[in-house]
């Protein structure tokens, strides 16, 4: 029997692009929405020329965006508006991400859908929001990451800040927007009414501080970057091995007199500056310089094992490469194949919102250009052959 | 009038701890719905005794937990499981963060659940997920973040890499559960059907990596650090200044030349070395030194007034200290303050997801330990007051 999809039935039109949006609209599509990309004509969505490149495809716009169905629209036309509002009327869900007034000159915005289409669930995605003095500002994940906190708190002390390497605010603001189109959604179902959604950037990165925002209105202290050692315990760091670098974590004492044992010095907790936590904490740097002279003697597979073995927290450092032949990532199904007619089989992280019953089923490849450009206009809005090719020939489409 | 919830009426019974759960918990109270937290007598969530602490209260707990309900409960007693258990009769939704295998030891598994509660839908979150070979590794945000491959990917080129600083793999998956969980709910509202969901860190780490998995797959790549700067893009990047550090983000000639302009060098574009992007990316490290002897002779305040006036993206690194005074983020309502009769009046993080018609309303602090314990024994499971002073004197709340 097929498997259900739990969010068969949800119509979504979809004028996002690049990061943020998609990301939304991917987790949205591979649990069964439909998903409507609406690409302009000829070059379509930024990231179809991002990198990886190959053969002129994009594998930043090919994993984003499977599951999803591809129109292309001049928006800036008058025809390319009025088709745009057919499928506003069609849509339980329009999102968009462009920056804050670009719908309004457009004339989508959320106050004109919802003249043709009352109880629109419409929801935007922006750097700082619509609202506010930083409204207008440029928004990058790089600008969102250093405006919304977390670029201050991530590097050593006594160097640089540092940026997280994937656009991580620009994926985490994603997630965000579809919890709260779900929210609406669910309000919904009950009420019947839709209504608007403002998600920031921003917002979304200085959620996400853990304890900062606290530390500062509790204690009236600014937190600072600690590299990769933890505030609180020690011997708490990313140690140099061997071949990489390893993740170990001992919070109590238990843990780190198990460590010790495995490294063959038992008894350095019965030294008074290792005797506890606090103590250890305050003299972390020496105690790290025995631990790293350890750690590089071995390989990150047999410190693994041997603090496996002891239930002391240990992990490797991956990267992608070792990433995608990794055991538990292929159990878990994160790593999914899609054929492409140009690129072949190409492998792509899986979703990872692992409903049993409705499990995501992320198995279509992403749309080629404008690909279902003429089905959408047949097929929902009814438009006839002689119409159609009326938009191709004044490139409405 | 009262505004509306967007979750009013769902009801959940909360066995999460410390960061992942207790933030999907947090967001969906907020919007309305009944969050029942269940904690340890005498101790509770671990975090009750996290850093910041002020008069025995933790601003940890205190942000996360508001607008929930606590229960105390020893789970390990007889009594205790079945209490649970009524309450989840009560719930629409279980959650949970325990290490796998911990429900199933005692007793309030899925399955056992599903027997008494046949449409439950029960979240687990867990750091590697209830299957595959790293099911039973320890898991702490550190450990996702290098086993997820965010640590690899974040830091210098040729420097050690660096974990992000806030614990943001808990948080990510902890809204990616919220996500999960709503989509469940909306097929249940159409089916009646409920179901397990399994998340994990590691998972929800991979999915998050931006382009570098089809960098590996479809290129053959290994993605690897590039600290601050754009991978085809220059001048990009985090730059001292007379006071901080500052993100300025050009991506193409006309910005370039704008940028430029305002440093009073007009004609660096036609050094053919600056000519091109590509050009300028191969060329950067010079191009930095030259931005940064600019940038370095002013103020972050001076700098944003610059290129903001003329649109080249920059972004002023911002501490919390910072972040606290900001007038976007009182804008956002991202700061709210909460009344605890302890520590007083505290504010912390407000909630990113605007919903406009149902916007989420923290304005409930966090519960003292076992607070609502009574109330709930009572008013849900119409326990006598005979049998909670036995509870009580048994030490089973």
């Known amino acids: ?17 690049v990061y943020s949006g998609p990301y939304c609209t991917m987790l ?23 990198a990886p490149i190959r053969q002129g495809e994009s594998g930043y716009f090919l994993y984003l965006n499977r599951c999803k169905k591809s129109i292309t629209l001049d928006l800036k036309q008058k025809k390319g508006k ?5 499928l506003s009327q069609w849509a339980d869900i329009v999102i968009e991400n462009f920056s804050p007034g670009t719908m309004e000159r457009l004339g989508l915005d959320y106050e004109t859908i919802k003249k043709i289409n009352p109880e ?43 940026r997280i390497g994937p656009a991580i605010s620009d994926a985490a603001t994603g997630v965000h927007a579809m919890a709260a189109i779900l929210a609406a959604v669910i309000y919904k179902q009950k009420t019947g009414k839709g209504q608007y959604i403002d998600i920031a950037m921003m917002d979304t990165v200085f959620s996400m501080l853990e304890n900062a925002v606290p530390i500062k ?30 993740v170990i974590a001992t919070a109590n004492d ?15 907790i019965l030294q008074e500056r290792f005797s506890t936590n606090p103590n250890r904490k305050a003299h972390e740097k020496e105690l790290n310089q025995i631990i790293e002279s350890w750690t590089r003697q071995h390989t990150n597979e047999e410190i693994e094992q041997m603090l496996d073995a002891v239930k002391v927290p240990v992990a490797s450092l991956k990267t992608v490469a070792q990433l995608v ?21 190409v492998q792509f992280p899986g979703n990872p919102l692992k409903l049993q019953q409705t499990p995501p089923q992320p198995n279509q490849r992403a749309p080629l250009l404008g690909e279902h450009t003429d089905e959408i206009l047949k097929n929902i809005l009814h438009y006839s052959h002689e119409e159609i090719q009326h938009f191709k020939k004044n490139q409405i489409i």
């Open 217 to 246: 209105t509790l204690m009236n202290e600014n937190p600072s970057r600690i590299g990769n050692s933890n505030p609180s315990s020690a011997p708490y760091n990313l140690y140099p091995t061997k071949d990489s670098h390893i």
């Open 325 to 345: 032949d990794d055991p538990q990532i292929a159990n878990r199904n994160m790593l999914i194949t899609l054929e492409h007619p140009v690129v072949g089989n």
């Open 254 to 268: 238990v843990l780190f007199q198990k460590l010790s044992a495995v490294m063959g010095q038992p008894n350095l």
């Open 82 to 86: 009025e088709i745009a509002k057919g």
């Open 120 to 162: 629109i669930i419409y929801a935007s995605i922006s750097g700082f929001g619509q609202t506010g003095p930083y409204r207008n500002k440029a928004a990058y994940d790089a600008v969102a990451q250093a405006m919304g906190g977390w670029t201050a708190l991530t590097g050593f002390p006594d160097t640089t800040p540092v």
């Open 28 to 50: 949205l599509a591979d649990l069964g929405a439909e998903v409507i990309k609406i690409e302009a004509p000829k070059k379509g969505d930024d990231t179809r020329m991002f």
């Open 1 to 17: 029997m097929k498997q259900q999809k739990a969010l068969e039935g949800l119509k979504i039109l979809d004028f996002t692009r």
